[in-house]
């Protein structure tokens, strides 16, 4: 039980345009989904907490209006990184909470 | 600031031996610890957290508040735990959000 699921698993996009990175809890409920960002050979460095029906909670130091955060449903978070530059390619992972966190398997974004 | 500190990078160690992780922590409340392990082309998953005193695949950790430290101890290392392992906090009571440690990667060598 509780999976969690990242579409896509890798992404190439042009510098301007935004790519959307969805995350879903496959076998359970999650009002509470975490956002973060991994850079080669790094650790996880929390983006921002995503909440069911409000508002996401950013960490210091993320744009907010550059990664946008939708919890539409209690099964799955968006992020969209808009207007992507070259420096926001990385490894992108979610977690949705229930009890623990689980993770989903990651997504690589390719900004050229 | 809450901050979580594993000086190693890279332990290398021989089938058998015992392993130990270190992790260090700063936090002014009463947080929770966990360690997350990664497997090759796996998923973060999570390996085991204080408050359930566990023992997982041989693997123990005990939190010491004195020393802030939240060792990740395994008497004989196997090929198979071989992996990077994350020692993360979370202060628990007001939310859940995790903040990782730098990662060490272990190596276990036949």
């Known amino acids: 039980g509780a999976v969690v699921s990242q579409h896509p698993s890798w992404v190439i996009c042009k510098s301007g345009t935004s790519v959307k990175i969805e995350c879903r809890s496959l076998d359970f409920q999650a009002t509470t989904m975490f956002w973060y960002r991994q850079f080669p050979k790094q650790s996880l460095m929390l983006m921002a907490t995503s909440n069911e029906g409000s508002k996401a909670t950013y960490e210091q130091g993320v744009e907010k209006d550059k990664f946008l955060i939708n919890h539409a449903s209690l099964t799955l978070s968006t992020l969209t990184v808009t207007s992507a530059h070259p420096e926001d390619s990385s490894f992108y992972i979610c977690?949705?909470?229930?009890?623990?966190?689980?993770f989903g398997p990651g997504t690589r974004l390719t900004v050229t | 600031a809450q901050r979580v500190t594993q000086p190693e990078k890279l332990l290398s160690v021989f089938k058998g031996a015992p392993v130990e992780l270190k992790c260090n922590y700063s936090?002014?409340?009463?947080?929770?610890l966990f360690w997350y392990v990664q497997y090759s082309r796996q998923r973060l998953q999570l390996l085991l957290r204080?408050?359930s005193r566990e023992s997982i695949k041989g693997f123990t950790a005990d939190l010491n508040k004195g020393e802030t430290s939240f060792h990740l101890k395994k008497p004989f290392a196997q090929e198979e735990d071989s992996a990077m392992y994350y020692c993360?906090?979370?202060?628990?009571?007001?939310?859940?959000?995790?903040?990782f440690g730098s990662g060490t990667r272990l190596l276990v060598r036949p």
């Open positions: 993360a906090l979370s202060d628990g009571a007001s939310s859940y959000k995790l903040i």
């Open positions: 977690s949705a909470y229930t009890y623990e966190q689980y």
């Open positions: 204080h408050i």
């Open positions: 936090y002014s409340g009463s947080p929770e």
